[in-house]
Nanobody
Framework: QVQLVESGGGLVQAGDSLRLSCVVS????????MGWFRQAPGKDREFIAV????????AYADSVKGRFTISRDNAKNTVYLQMNGLKSEDTAVYYC????????????????????WGQGTQVTVSS
């Protein structure tokens, strides 16, 4: 069973940066494809980024490409989402998600592909 705990959210101004962290327990993240999703009020959960268990393959939503970066520290069993150039439309609850997999470069991008989820962390961007 994989447990995930996010942190790092907060209230920032447009143009600022934030780094979200997701600490994973129950499984080494070198065996887990890790993703970030977000959900704004009244909207469906949205895919943001995913990183393969090998760290060699990744994908981003068009809305964040070039501004957000997903990374991992296997020694700390932690995944990060570096968010630069934040916009008001980035305001949402951000969730990390994990999918244990045998495949090194597998990058799932649908929420239903991820069996494990964190509790979420709020990011609010004021304009």
């Amino acid at each position: 069973q994989v447990q995930l705990v996010e942190s790092g959210g907060g209230l920032v101004q447009a143009g600022d940066s934030l780094r979200l962290s997701c600490v994973v327990s129950g499984r080494a993240i070198s065996l887990v494809a890790m993703g970030w999703f977000r959900q704004a009020p009244g909207k469906d959960r949205e895919f943001i980024a995913v990183l393969s268990r090998s760290g060699g393959n990744s994908a981003y939503a068009d809305s964040v490409k070039g501004r957000f970066t997903i990374s991992r520290d296997n020694a700390k069993n932690t995944v990060y989402l570096q968010m630069n150039g934040l916009k008001s439309e980035d305001t949402a609850v951000y969730y990390c998600a994990g999918r244990p997999t045998y495949y090194n470069d597998y990058i799932p991008q649908r929420s239903e592909d991820f069996p494990s989820w964190g509790q979420g962390t709020q990011v609010t961007v004021s304009s």
